[in-house]
């Protein structure tokens, strides 16, 4: 990741040959092939970028080709806390998508923990691995070219995760699949898509039941002018957490 | 982790000759030891529990002994997610209180990280010391009898997590101690924090500065019945992100 | 009103005989009547308490005897807003209730306008008018003892306002009632009565339909110490708009 | 106002001569001059537009000329119920701006109330008298070129509302030209200003200072695909109030 003052930043992938235009100017990969993280590359223009240390989350949110609506940080940081994975869960997710919650599904399960995800359209599936493979956790991945509401494969899993439309047709499957006490959790945009996922989870037996919605706020903080922004993402999504008793 | 129904539910740690009291009736540890996972057992009122394996978050929440006011949730799980923890790193906290979010950041960092955590404040160390000890996170952990605000003596971390009054006064030691490209985050429950911090951490150095705040809604959801639960928590706290550049 | 100190008030409602007594001390109605507003009278404690003139707001929200959920001010102050009313306006509501926003709406209509208001609950009747002649305003409204869902009898209505369980019953009479132009607003706690409104409304002909929710933070400000109250009420209710064309 | 189909509509004022022109093609004055609230007009491209008789919202939110930020219907709304003012009031308003929050008040205190409007920008009191005047509302208002931060010229008010950047100097002013009971309101765009004015409304001896944001959330109803918009405002001020005891 290249930063260029306190705001701005690109982040790139170098490879011989390949050039990046910025507003600051333009680079070349050779010229930052070989530095050091912290140091600084200077551009054609002789604005000087420095090199930082990309995290997950800036590669996942900004590095990976997308085809999918993506989930938002504050709902995949929520899902991954409560859904209760750690390193070692065995987790099934469905849909794939562009593969960004399974990227952070993966982090959290690596070293022995596996993410088995489902995925029925082709093209996503090829998205996905590439995805994860730029960011080296194709390892920790099964990807399954299957549709979910034929059934799970997998057995005693920890979590499933369902971020798809019509989860209700997979609920008797993540009951089947999960361990004990282990979690099921739906994202889902629509408050009807919550009613008809609840009532199918109880229906199915699952217990502690519950619907949350989270709210982000950015603020804009100066000394004597801060408030939060005027803009904000008034809505994402609405999540479902159940347990398996 | 015992069930009564689909809601309600009880956290105990078992051990011989201890016996546990609920609405449901009078039950001893002896008839849950040896005792798997999904199997019931019976209270003297004859009402029937399920044993459930409770995760993480059941335990930090509910099982912890407490002695200060304890990071919800929604916030430690986007404070994790952004700060950019996984398996293997090494994390600065301060302080930890009754470790609760010590606890969570322990069992991400898991099986090669560690979480190094300052209190000044004894009678917490050794609330936290049992916390960890008791859901096995321990061994992750490293607790600093020391004021962080006299320096930090780690180098290279990955994170720095401040959950303190007065974080301005740690700002510079983050830096020094941060790799290039870490993060530092503060939680903070007051606007003016947020504004002494966010103008301490850009005069230092850092960058990518943001501030938020997360709302969390819960819903009673039933056909016909759908709405936001009434009563909310307005506020529990800002969090500010920097990265160190 | 009483006044002590900054912060503690009481709404009292003085007569010959009547004795009030507070945290403050017991006074008697002979001590204050007579007396201006701005004026102090003192407690058989010796605490002094100033005279305030109430605002109607006071006295409808703390004055006012309830039997009924009561409509919040933020969700009133939009509803009278928005539904165009103004002196003069001819309004139609139901159901009555306690009559909190059927005296918030003859307030704003005074001196010419009406607001007609429908009740089939006798002794929510009883109540309402008691509530409204306290505060002077039974001269602007019509309290009518009917179900508003078997028909309205006024025509070329400015605004038709319905807080009640089953609204799209009205829908019909409502576009029957209202001039061109004219307002529909239905107050509804659930999204699921908001989808059946909202559905009835395009049907029978009503265009601009719109639904919002308010949400009301609180902030506790003292220099260094500013933040939202922990406790929110997270949820009142959906507001429908819908025009007549 | 003009309606085309259920959702578009356009805010015209017609005189001799004047022609419009829409997506539905163009259409002249005189076609709409003489024609009743409720007819049909038909554009040059055969389409019918249906006349209807706006609310003064539409008028102040659509048709007023703006050259200042304008107070959003929410906050208004709260503000105007919140401050105690109806037909017979005398409120005192600062700065006048663009004159929306002096239409919305001159409505609710007419006939017999006035609102008396500060404002030191001559430009604006051109473009607020001409924009009162089209509503009518002219002869309710007392525009005066005035710096209110000098004093407030009027007595025994009921209301003092002030959406100015520097309320603070005007905090003394208000507390000596409300009445006993009389409402002090502020609306302010960032915390620091809230401080500051709550700081010197409690040093000048008002009291039940409260300090409140309002967030509104739109939705999308549609049966099977109800969720609040993805966009919203997620700031527009935050409002003091107090009362002078």
Redesign the interface.
Known sequence: ?L?S???R?YLVKVSKGKRFSFNEGIIDSEEIIGRQ??EEVTTHLGVHL?L??????DIVYRGFTRRTQVIY??D???I???C?V??GSRVVEAGTGSGCLTA?LA??V??TGTVYTYEVRREFIDIARENLAAVGLLDYVVIKEKDVREGIEEKEVDAVILDMADPWHVIEHAHRAL?????LTCFL????Q??RV??EA?AKGF?????????????K????????????????G?I?FA?K?
Do not use: Q, W
Not at 189 to 192: A, G, S, W
């Open positions: 990741m930063l003052g306190a705001k930043s993280y912290g420095r930082v240390h990309p995290t997950l989350l940080p504050k995949a940081a929520l991954i806390l409560r209760g750690g390193p952070l982090h959290f690596r070293p361990r004990c006490g282990g979690t945009p629509t408050i009807n919550v009613e609840v009532d109880i217990i502690m039941v519950e619907t949350v919605e989270l709210l982000l706020r950015n603020f903080v100066k000394r004597g002018e801060t408030r939060p922004e005027v803009r904000m993402i008034g809505h994402t609405y479902v347990r008793p």
